[in-house]
């Protein structure tokens, strides 16, 4: 799933000057229950655990003592250590700043209509991870138009703030920021912590304004630009063979249409299926690079994007079943490609599938059976070493290395004394692979081994 920047908008302009020098009053635009319930899904559910991991902010967070929060405003119980060592850049101090990396040339302007370019990660109080990453969604860095109402105004302040190259960590006070939150992602009355880094600064907007398919308003719009990636992406990937170049568009397709606005079914019909073609387009292209888990990857965000028309549609069930046998995942992929004949019974690539897949789980068996006769069928008490090293090792991986170093102790040992048995009870029955370890071990320093119902008995070779 591709998450775009918070939903929240504000209704009506606002002076950035007026909040900097005074107090100001702003509206934002509420969700309604059918967008809040589209957001239910929590960011770890979103993003794998291995992209967010580099956002983690824990070792960073700690929470306020009592005496602390008691005399100390919002700001000052959120994000606690980075406030000690940040400055503000508000009169009003609702905005504060701590600079990482010193920038070069001159700042943003204060004022005007300014394109800027930037990565940023957004965390709520105390929040493990970020709930909004700029780097996730776009490689290439995000193009902002300043002066437009395009982003929150402690944001716009904040970047304002900086210069070019410049890293930067801000706290934004709730009245800046979302006010009355955007939930689930976002609760009311919300410090936010912004990591942001501005890359560029250009104050060329008649040329950011002229690029329509950057910055398309309606959804038509992006209806229209969404559907010209995917075909220009299956372009690249059947005639041109470039298959990252595809992946590439098709990612672009879906930026423009997931967590957009609809305004009636009908848009979000159509948005769905041409979410759910880039979806399947990008599963035939990962499976051609034989990025097997990406192609899982792919199913997954479709199903929780398009519901139900992703568990119907038989080339996305037929490539994730694909993937899953490579992973060796049999049983769903069997589950996936028994849907897939249902929705298509005479689908003749499900059919050779599903034979590959049977073919595939009798090997699997095979090899299973035979991996236990290796262990269990040939561990039998002889006098012959009939075992290669390949085959010991695996019976040496199932003995306890604690088992192992007391029987050779106490055989070595009784190897230098001048006994001529040695008697060895255990508490139960000893395992098949114990068994055959003691046998090999014997049998190399030439030792004579029987074995017992709870025990052994080793005697020395006549001489």
Not at 63 to 78: P, Q, T, Y
Not at 163 to 186: M, N, S, T, W
Not at 295 to 303: G, L, S
Request: hydrophobic letters at 35%.
């Amino acid at each position: 799933m591709i998450l775009e920047e918070p939903v929240s908008r504000l209704e009506t302009p606002l002076s950035i000057d007026s909040i900097i020098n005074k107090c100001s009053d702003f509206t934002i635009k509420s969700l309604d229950e059918e967008e809040i319930e589209k957001e239910e899904m929590d960011i770890a559910q979103v993003y794998t655990y291995d992209k967010l991991e580099p956002y983690c902010l824990m070792d960073n967070l700690e929470v306020a003592s009592d005496d602390e929060s008691a005399n100390n405003d919002n700001i000052s119980r959120s994000f606690p250590t980075f406030r000690k060592k940040m400055s503000n850049i508000t009169v009003d101090g609702k905005v504060m700043k701590l600079v990482e990396r010193g920038g070069v040339g001159t700042k943003v302007p204060d004022d005007g209509a300014i394109v800027v370019y930037v990565h940023y990660a957004a965390y709520v109080e105390l929040a493990e991870y970020p709930f909004d990453v700029t780097r996730l969604r776009h490689k290439k860095p995000l193009r902002l138009k300043l002066g437009t109402q395009e982003i929150i105004p402690g944001l716009e302040i904040a970047i304002r703030s900086m210069k070019k190259q410049e890293k930067a960590k801000f706290l934004i006070h709730p009245d800046v920021a979302y006010k009355e939150g955007a939930p689930p992602r976002i609760p009311p009355h919300a410090t936010i912590l912004f990591d942001v880094e501005l890359f560029d600064i250009c104050e060329d907007v008649a040329k950011f304004n002229s690029d329509d398919e950057e910055n398309p308003k309606t959804f038509e719009e992006k209806l229209n630009i969404a559907k010209q990636l995917r075909n220009r992406g299956n372009k690249m990937k059947t005639l041109e063979k470039n298959v990252n170049g595809a992946i590439t568009k098709y990612k672009k397709c879906l930026s423009y249409l997931i967590q957009a606005h609809y305004q009636n079914e009908e848009e979000e019909k159509k948005a769905k299926e041409e979410i759910l073609k880039a979806y399947v387009n990008l599963s035939i292209c990962y499976m051609q690079k034989e990025c097997y888990k990406k192609v899982c990857t792919m199913f997954n965000e479709a199903k929780h994007d398009c519901q139900q028309l992703a568990e119907d549609n038989v080339k996305l069930l037929y490539n994730s079943a694909k993937a899953l046998r490579f992973l060796g995942n049999y049983d769903e992929a069997t589950r996936r490609l028994r849907r897939a004949m249902r929705l298509k019974p005479g689908d003749k690539s499900v059919r050779a599938e599903i034979e590959k897949l049977d073919e595939c789980k009798k090997n699997h068996q095979s090899n299973e059976k035979m991996a236990c006769k290796k262990m269990f069928g040939f561990l039998k008490v002889t006098d012959n070493d009939d075992l290669d090293e390949i085959q010991y090792e695996n019976i040496i991986q199932n003995v306890g290395s604690e088992f192992r170093d007391v029987f050779i102790e106490s055989i070595v040992d009784f190897m230098k004394s001048e006994k001529e048995t040695l008697k060895i009870d255990f508490g139960s029955t000893e395992t098949a692979a114990e068994k055959e370890f003691m046998r090999r071990e014997c049998h190399k320093r030439k030792l004579i081994i029987d074995h017992k119902s709870h025990g052994i008995i080793i005697k020395k070779p006549e001489i």
